[in-house]
């Protein structure tokens, strides 16, 4: 690394590779350099009910290292902000921290949104304990007991088979009502997914937690409402935009899926003309904030 970067450096890590001792005392022998980082989520540490051992120790590690060697870190949220400050505390380290919230924009509507006979609601993302799958399945399987099947909306998971989630892998596996009201497609090339979330009622985000937690932004860039746990990140920049229920309060889900799954034509298409008029989060802003740290 010597070698090969000049002096007066600045070195933008976003990935979470190569945060390591070594690569980072290298950049310690040229001068005036800058090492910024940006942490995502403090998940493994904070929640590793969620996590494999380990991934939580590799996290450890990538994080000890930046509190001891970098100049700056960036962080998605507040939330994220307060949870690596927490971590600082006795390391004989303080590291400012910069918010930057991510930018929002996943392109135009797309001219052939996917259409489908009834109504149908999104989940994306990894299918992993953290994203509540098997809550929305609970939720599938209840209507099922309490409605006619005509009348119940279709469930689409969209996202990868992920890890520790062997029960709700089970229940996708051999549920009677996958392939009748829930569909799992799998991972999407992004065309696809734009078709499929532009095409729904609304996006289903019962995430337990999240460091930004974009899907129900890209929901919104493209006039698609959702129904979300109340996550902080969520209820700041998209404020009264989402429909917020409890991830412990079943019956609110259900409630409020149905109420959207009902609404008539006009009453979407104001909903969906507000949201494409809300004001995300842009690109822009973010790297104003990481430029003025360089």
Avoid at 27 to 39: A, G, L, Y
């Amino acid at each position: 690394i010597m070698w090969r970067m000049p002096n007066g450096l600045a070195y933008v890590n976003v990935g979470h590779t190569n945060l390591n001792p070594q690569t980072f005392r290298a950049m310690m022998e040229m001068p005036d350099n800058t090492k910024i980082v940006m942490i995502h989520d403090t998940i493994p540490l904070d929640h590793p009910e969620f996590q494999t051992e380990a991934a939580r120790a590799k996290f450890v590690e990538r994080l000890t290292t930046v509190i001891n060697f970098a100049n700056h870190i960036i962080v998605p949220s507040d939330q994220v902000r307060e949870n690596v400050e927490k971590r600082m505390v006795g390391t004989g380290h303080r590291v400012p921290v910069v918010v930057s919230p991510l930018g929002v924009d996943i392109g135009a509507p797309p001219v052939d949104p996917a259409k489908s006979e009834r109504p149908y609601f999104v989940i994306l993302g990894t299918i992993e304990p953290r994203k509540n799958h098997g809550f929305l399945l609970d939720i599938w399987e209840r209507m099922h007991s309490k409605m006619d099947e005509s009348r119940i909306p279709e469930l689409r998971i969209i996202g990868a088979r992920g890890w520790r989630n062997e029960e709700v892998f089970k229940r996708l596996d051999e549920s009677p009502i996958v392939g009748r009201t829930v569909f799992e497609l799998g991972p999407l090339p992004d065309k696809e997914m734009k078709r499929q979330l532009a095409g729904a009622t609304a996006l289903l985000f019962p995430s337990h937690v999240e460091g930004f937690g974009l899907p129900p932004f890209e929901a919104a860039t493209l006039g698609i409402p959702s129904i979300a746990a109340p996550l902080r990140t969520t209820e700041i920049h998209l404020g009264d935009m989402a429909v917020y229920a409890d991830t412990d309060d079943m019956y609110q889900w259900f409630k409020a899926i149905r109420e959207l799954a009902s609404e008539d034509l006009a009453e979407q298409s104001r909903r969906h003309a507000a949201l494409r008029a809300f004001r995300l989060p842009t690109w822009e802003k973010h790297f104003d904030r990481v430029f003025g740290l360089i």
